[in-house]
């Protein structure tokens, strides 16, 4: 089934937004929502209508631009070095942040008026079930839009004293300023939130849709972010009972489009709907084709990429692993000596291939949970209790696992001298493995300390701008609270991040 755009008027209902305030959103005439929600069928388009906010690629085009995984490409006319994101520069008037905070902000002003609509129906004995599951995805989505912005925004996910976005369970109204939330308050909410979508959703077998592994993946999720591992290893491993690695064959499907191997959710992208089309180019501002955060055309070489695998990653891909092949895109020109080479950006063209596209160039599906980040979790969750060599329930034993995977065959069983290298392998596996999914500045920014990782482009990379290296204790592994905010929400100016005031 497709989720397709849903242009209604209860779309309008739940979708204003202003572009001055993340929390100023009441507009004149609107629908109320015992207007805009009267029986089941008008609360499945209004949910219809707060997964169309959703959107991950402007995440994948900060993650991979800001950190080591790109490198400008032949074709690059500016993009990406104007905003400064490639050069480290991060402030209030960013366009990432403002992306950032608006998106969620809107999702969470979107599902809000789902729920309280949800409110004035009562629903028929035959469709009670149907209700409730509604009523769980939307729950379930308000958690993940919390969580979201705490990911960018908060300093430090594992102190509950430390500033989130806002706390954001009602539909405010226009006259409303409100400050910042603590990680503490705002994670009560997002743990009753998912308790009580767990307790109203249906089984599900769409990954386009909150299902109960969905709350599982992200609980898992969370629960590794603020280090509390005992509930990390508890939700990873009921999500890896039940899927398997996908076989190399399936992993190349899945990026594809082709396959659902080991996908727990995505958010569905098809011809036609409001991601349907070429977004800022560089910018990291508005949706659109995911691929087009790195190439104007097409994901080969003759379409324009103007943003190129970063060599230091490329360096760390072995040839013989099934993430190659999806990784690079088999147009690319590889030049063995590309350190010495006359012409470095004309002889040495890594294309990005991940996203080539499904039903037209460039546009795919997006990833949020896979079976693969349940695994590297656990094995996170064991190298932080000292689990970290062993055949068998340590962190060794599960890269191992997830390496005979990529590889078709059986690999090494590693051996680490501490902890330190057990965290630095895990992220190395994770920069493989999630490249240009939008998880590397949130895996340097919380694990990069201990693992001994950072930012570090190959230096032909940064000769551009000098900009190779950003240690994770960096104040920009925290967003600023956009200059929008700041200038329309006296509540929240003096609640700055460190570092931007």
Same mark, same amino acid.
Not at 122 to 139: F, K, M
Not at 344 to 371: A, Q
């Given at each position: ?20 305030? #993340? ?40 993650? $991979? ?25 991060? @402030? ?19 599902? /809000? ?19 409730? *599951? ?5 729950? $379930? ?49 997002? *743990? ?37 591992? #005992? ?61 087009? *955060?790195? $190439? ?5 070489? !003759? ?21 190659? !092949? ?95 290298? $057990? ?65 329309? @929400?006296?509540?929240?100016? !003096?609640?700055? /991040?460190?570092?931007? *005031?």
């Amino acid at each position: 089934m497709k989720i397709k755009n849903i242009i209604s008027v209860f779309i309008c209902a739940i979708a204003l937004w202003s572009c001055n305030d #993340a929390i100023d959103i009441e507009q004149p005439g609107r629908l109320g929502p015992e207007q805009a929600f009267q029986n089941v069928e008008d609360l499945n388009s209004g949910i219809l209508g707060v997964y169309n906010i959703y959107d991950t690629s402007p995440e994948v085009q900060f993650n $991979a631009v800001f950190t080591d995984e790109l490198s400008i490409g032949f074709d690059n006319g500016g993009q990406g070095l104007g905003n400064g994101e490639y050069g480290f520069l991060l @402030n209030a008037a960013s366009s990432a942040p403002a992306q950032q905070w608006l998106t969620y902000h809107a999702a969470l002003n979107a599902v /809000n008026r789902v729920i309280e609509g949800a409110s004035f129906i009562t629903p028929d004995a035959d469709e009670q079930s149907r209700y409730n *599951n509604i009523l769980g995805q939307a729950y $379930a989505l308000r958690a993940f839009a919390h969580f979201q912005i705490i990911t960018y925004f908060s300093t430090d996910y594992t102190d509950d004293n430390a500033l989130a976005g806002f706390l954001v369970d009602f539909v405010p109204t226009a006259d409303q300023f409100l400050p910042r939330s603590t990680n503490g308050e705002v994670f009560t909410l997002i *743990n009753e939130d998912l308790t009580t979508a767990a307790n109203l959703l249906t089984d599900e077998d769409n990954a386009t849709f909150v299902s109960q592994d969905f709350v599982t993946a992200l609980n898992a999720r969370i629960a590794a972010y603020r280090q509390q591992y #005992a509930q990390a290893i508890t939700a990873a491993d009921e999500l890896l009972a039940k899927y398997d690695l996908p076989t190399r064959d399936e992993y190349i499907d899945v990026f594809l489009d082709a396959s659902n191997a080991g996908i727990i959710f995505k958010l569905e992208r098809t011809i036609g709907d409001d991601h349907d089309r070429q977004a800022q180019t560089g910018s990291g501002f508005g949706a659109g084709w995911v691929g087009a *955060n790195f $190439a104007f055309v097409d994901g080969t070489i !003759d379409g324009s990429p103007y943003f190129e695998i970063g060599r230091s990653l490329f360096n760390e891909i072995d040839p013989a692993d099934v993430r190659y !092949d999806v990784l690079v895109n088999e147009t690319s020109l590889i030049s063995p000596n590309y350190q010495t080479t006359a012409d470095f950006r004309r002889d040495d063209i890594l294309v990005v291939g991940k996203y080539p596209g499904n039903e037209k160039p460039l546009l795919n599906d997006l990833k949020i949970f896979r079976i693969a980040e349940m695994l590297l979790i656990k094995a996170e969750a064991l190298a932080a209790q000292g689990n970290i060599n062993g055949a068998a329930n340590s962190t060794a034993a599960l890269i191992k696992e997830l390496r005979d995977a990529r590889f078709g065959s059986p690999q090494p069983l590693p051996v680490y001298t501490d902890q330190q290298e $057990a965290f630095g392998d895990i992220l190395d596996e994770r920069r493989i493995e999630f490249a240009f999914e939008g998880h590397r500045w949130k895996d340097l920014k919380r694990l990069g300390v201990r693992g001994n990782r950072r930012i570090e482009r190959d230096p032909l990379d940064c000769e551009v701008n000098d900009a190779c290296i950003l240690e994770p204790t960096d104040f920009r592994f925290t967003m600023p609270i956009p200059l929008t905010e700041l200038n329309a @929400n006296p509540n929240i100016r !003096d609640q700055q /991040n460190p570092g931007y *005031n």
